[in-house]
C-alpha cells in the first residue's frame, strides 16, 4: 500500500507558466494543480526535463499586469512533467 506523503492539499489548476531554466533555456507549459507548497507542470512532449533538485524560474503568464517571478526546485518527475517546490527565500 502506498501513503501519500504530500504535506499540502492540491488543487486542479490549468494556468500557463513560463519556466526558466540555467541550462534547459525556457519553456511556456501548463500547470495541473497547485498547492501551497508548490505547483505541478505538464510537459506535452518530453523535451524539457530538468533534474530533481533543479533550480528555476517561474512566473504566470496571461495575467493583466506581469506576475512575480518565483524561485522553486524540482521535488518530483513523471512522464508527463514536473512537481516544483516553492523555494525558501
Request: glycine share 12%.
Amino acid at each position: 500500500m502506498q501513503t501519500n506523503r504530500r504535506e499540502h492539499m492540491r488543487t486542479a489548476l490549468n494556468a500557463r507558466v513560463r519556466v526558466v531554466h540555467d541550462s534547459l533555456g525556457e519553456g511556456v507549459f501548463s500547470t495541473r494543480d497547485i498547492s501551497d507548497g508548490g505547483i505541478f507542470v505538464v510537459v506535452e512532449d518530453g523535451g524539457f526535463a530538468p533534474d530533481i533538485g533543479d533550480v528555476v524560474t517561474v512566473q504566470v503568464q496571461g495575467l493583466p499586469v506581469p506576475a512575480p517571478e518565483l524561485t522553486m526546485v524540482v521535488v518530483r518527475k513523471s512522464p508527463d512533467g514536473f512537481g516544483l517546490q516553492f523555494a525558501d527565500e
